[in-house]
C-alpha cells in the first residue's frame, strides 16, 4: 500500500513537496521493526513556507461564510468515512495499535467534522446589554494561523480534535505531527482538499520536536499553540510560546485511577480494569494506571483480573482476533521495562507480565505483556509517574475519603473513573475528585460536543464542544452610538454629561 521507494512530501498550499534539506524520516511498523515508509523531514525552513500558505489562504477562509465552512466540513465527513478502512491500515502499521481497537476509533472520526461544521453555521454572536442610546454586539473572529503538534498515539483522533474547531472557527493551520506516525496526518490534506477546502488552510510539517516543533512554537506569527503530549514538553513548549504572548492549549500526561467501591459486581470491575488499563497497550493519556479497589474486593478482583490479562492475546495488530500489539517503539518498551524494575526494587509485588513475549513472531517487534503490580504504595514512582505502557498498579482502600484522596494524589488531573452502584456516592466523589474528565461506570469515552481536558499538571484549555470552538476565536466588542445628537464633552452648558 505505501510505496517505500516514494517519500511522502510534506503537506504545504495544497501540495506534497520535499523539505528544503531534502532529509527524510524513516517510519517503523513496531510489530517487526520494518520501515514501511519515508517522509520528508521539515525544518524551520518549511514552517514558514507552511506559515506563509496559511496566511495567505486565511485572507479566504477568515470571510468565506460559516454555513460554507459547514458544508465543507460536512463533505471533508463523508470522504473521511469512505476512506477509513484504508486509513486504519496505514496508522495500525504506524503505531501497532491493534486493528480492532483503531476501526472503532477512526470509524467515530467523521462526527468530529458534522459536529463543527453545524457549529459553523450555527454559532450566533451576542448583543449585551449596554445602557442608553447604543447598540452593542459582539463578533467573535479567527484567531488566524495556528499550530498543532501532536503526537504518536492517536495519531487522527487527537489530530482531528484540534483540526475540527480551527477549521470551523475560520482559522488555517501548520500541523507537526510526530515523526513516528506521520503518514495519516498527511493523507488528510487529500480529503480537506477534495471536499472544497482552499489550499493553504491546512498544512502538515513532519519533523523533530527540537528543530519544526520548535520553530512552529517560537514563531511570532503563530495565534495559538496547541500541543499534546507529556508534561514536560508542554511546559518547554508554553515557555518558548509565552515569549510572543502566543495562546497555548496543552493536554498533557495522566495517571488515571480506576475507583472500584464494594458494591461493584467483580466480574464488572475485572472487564472494567482491562479496558481501562490494557487498550492500546497503555499508551494513552487516560490509561487506567491506577486501579485503586475497595479492600474487601481487593483478593478476589486480583485474582481474576490476573487472569484475564494473561489471558490477553498478543499478536499481530493487522489481525482482526489480537487483542493487543506492540508498543510504538523500542524506546517505549524500554521506557516500560525501566519501570517495571523500579517498581520491583520500591517492593511491589508482579503478579502478572512484567516480561516480553516469547517465540519468533515477537523477536523483531516491541512487544510487552500486560503488567499487574500489587503491594503498591500511592509514594511509588510507579504509582506516580506516567508510564505510557500495559502497567496498572493496584491500590486498595478502606473508606470513601480514602479513595478520594488516592485518587487525588498524584499531580496530575486528566481522568478518573468511578465503579458503583450508589447513585448519590457517584456523583459525591465525582464533585470533588480533581479531575478534568471524570467517567462514573465507564472508561475511556469520548464525544465531540464533551469538552475534553484536565486540571493540575495535565494541562490548560479544553478540546471537544462548543468550548474549543470559542477557544479557537477572539472576541471582538462593537458599540454603536445610534443617536444623531451632537456630543461635546467640553461644552459649558451646564449639562451634566455621560462618561461611561
Known amino acids: 500500500m ?79 468515512a469512505a476512506r477509513l478502512n484504508d486509513l486504519v491500515t496505514i496508522e495500525v502499521d504506524q503505531i501497532g495499535r491493534p486493528r480492532r481497537e483503531m476501526s472503532a476509533q ?163 470491575c475485572v472487564a472494567a480494569t482491562l479496558f481501562a488499563s490494557f487498550i492500546a497497550a497503555g499508551q494513552t493519556c487516560v490509561q487506567g494506571a491506577r486501579l485503586v479497589v475497595h479492600r474487601s474486593i481487593h483478593d478476589e478482583v486480583v485474582e481474576k483480573l490476573v487472569a484475564r490479562a494473561t489471558a490477553i492475546k498478543i499478536g499481530d495488530p493487522q489481525d482482526m482476533a489480537t487483542q493487543m500489539g506492540p508498543l510504538v517503539s523500542a524506546k517505549q518498551r524500554d521506557v516500560t521495562e525501566r519501570y517495571v524494575k523500579i517498581g520491583l526494587e520500591e517492593g511491589a509485588t508482579l503478579a502478572a507480565g512484567g516480561r516480553r513475549p516469547e517465540g519468533g513472531a515477537f523477536d523483531n517487534g516491541y512487544y510487552y505483556t500486560p503488567t499487574i503490580f500489587t503491594g503498591v504504595t500511592n509514594g511509588m514512582r510507579i504509582a506516580q509517574e506516567e508510564i505510557f505502557g500495559p502497567v496498572v498498579c493496584v491500590i486498595p482502600f478502606e473508606t470513601e475519603e480514602e479513595a478520594i484522596a488516592l485518587a487525588n494524589g498524584t499531580e496530575f488531573g486528566l481522568a478518573t473513573s468511578i465503579w458503583t452502584r450508589d447513585l448519590a456516592r457517584a456523583h459525591r466523589v465525582a464533585h470533588r475528585l480533581q479531575s478534568g474528565i471524570t467517567w462514573i461506570n465507564d472508561h475511556h469515552r469520548i464525544d465531540p460536543c464533551s469538552p475534553w481536558g484536565g486540571f493540575k499538571m495535565s494541562g490548560l484549555g479544553r478540546e471537544n464542544g462548543l468550548v474549543a470552538y470559542e477557544e479557537y476565536t477572539q472576541i471582538q466588542n462593537i458599540i454603536v452610538n445610534l443617536s444623531d445628537e451632537t456630543f461635546d464633552w467640553y461644552a459649558r452648558d451646564g449639562v451634566e454629561k455621560r462618561y461611561s
Do not use: C
Not at 506534497?16 to 524520516?25: D, E, N, V
Open 106 to 268: 477512526l470509524g467515530r472520526l467523521p462526527e468530529w467534522f458534522r459536529y463543527f461544521g453545524a457549529i459553523a453555521r450555527t454559532h450566533e454572536d451576542t448583543v449585551p446589554p449596554f445602557g442608553g442610546n447604543f447598540l452593542n454586539y459582539t463578533r467573535r473572529v479567527p484567531l488566524g494561523v495556528v499550530g498543532h503538534v501532536t503526537p504518536w498515539n492517536h495519531p487522527l483522533l487527537i489530530l482531528t480534535k484540534k483540526v475540527a474547531p480551527a477549521m470551523a472557527a475560520g482559522n488555517t493551520m501548520v500541523v507537526k505531527p510526530s515523526e513516528l506516525a506521520p503518514i495519516t496526518p498527511l493523507l488528510l490534506g487529500d480529503i480537506f482538499k477534495e471536499a472544497g477546502v482552499p489550499d493553504g488552510v491546512y498544512n502538515v510539517v513532519p519533523g523533530y520536536g527540537a528543530t519544526a516543533g520548535l520553530a512552529l512554537s517560537s514563531s511570532p506569527r503563530i495565534a495559538k499553540i496547541d500541543l499534546t503530549g507529556g508534561t514536560e514538553t508542554g511546559k518547554a513548549v508554553a515557555a518558548v510560546a509565552g515569549h510572543n504572548l502566543t495562546r497555548v492549549a496543552a493536554e498533557l500526561g495522566g495517571k488515571a485511577s480506576v475507583v472500584v467501591f464494594p458494591d461493584t459486581p467483580i466480574d464488572r
Open 2 to 80: 505505501l510505496n517505500q521507494n516514494a517519500p511522502f512530501g510534506l503537506y504545504i498550499n495544497g501540495q506534497f513537496r520535499p523539505s528544503s534539506s531534502g532529509g527524510t524520516i524513516p517510519v517503523e511498523n513496531p510489530k517487526d521493526g520494518r520501515i514501511i515508509a519515508h517522509v520528508a523531514e521539515g525544518e524551520a525552513a518549511d514552517i514558514d513556507a507552511a506559515i506563509d500558505a496559511a496566511e495567505e489562504a486565511g485572507k479566504i477562509w477568515a470571510a468565506t461564510p460559516g454555513a460554507v465552512r459547514g458544508d465543507i466540513m460536512h463533505r471533508a465527513a463523508e470522504l473521511l
